[in-house]
């Protein structure tokens, strides 16, 4: 069982920046595909940014390509989301997933507001 812990979230200023964590407990994160998605208010869930297993690329959403950056760090089990430059419709809920070995895990949850 995974276990996902999701950090870093907050009010921010447009053209500020957030880096967003996501720590995971249970099982080590390179047996997973990785990503990112955000939810705003009244939308569906969308994907943001993904690290895929089978390539070790970054693959991102238009909306957010080279403004957010996905990463990890395999030895503190945890993946990071550094998003830069950011503008109101970047507001929501980030959520970060796990998936892999037949199953598919979600964190709680950090709240992203961009606003001044």
């Known amino acids: 069982q995974l276990h996902l812990v999701e950090s870093g979230g907050g009010l921010v200023q447009p053209g500020g920046s957030l880096r967003l964590s996501c720590a995971a407990s249970?099982?080590?994160?390179?047996?997973?595909?990785l990503a990112w998605f955000r939810q705003a208010p009244g939308k569906e869930r969308e994907y943001v940014a993904e690290?895929?297993?089978?390539?070790?690329?970054?693959y991102y959403s238009d909306s957010v390509l080279g403004r957010f950056t996905i990463s990890e760090d395999i030895p503190a089990n945890t993946v990071y989301l550094q998003m830069n430059n950011l503008i109101p419709d970047d507001t929501g809920v980030y959520y970060c997933?796990?998936?892999?070995?037949?199953?598919?895990?979600w964190g709680q949850g950090t709240q992203v507001t961009v606003s001044s």
């Open positions: 690290i895929r297993r089978s390539d070790g690329h970054a």
């Open positions: 997933n796990a998936d892999g070995i037949g199953a598919d895990y």
């Open positions: 249970g099982r080590t994160l390179d047996d997973y595909d």
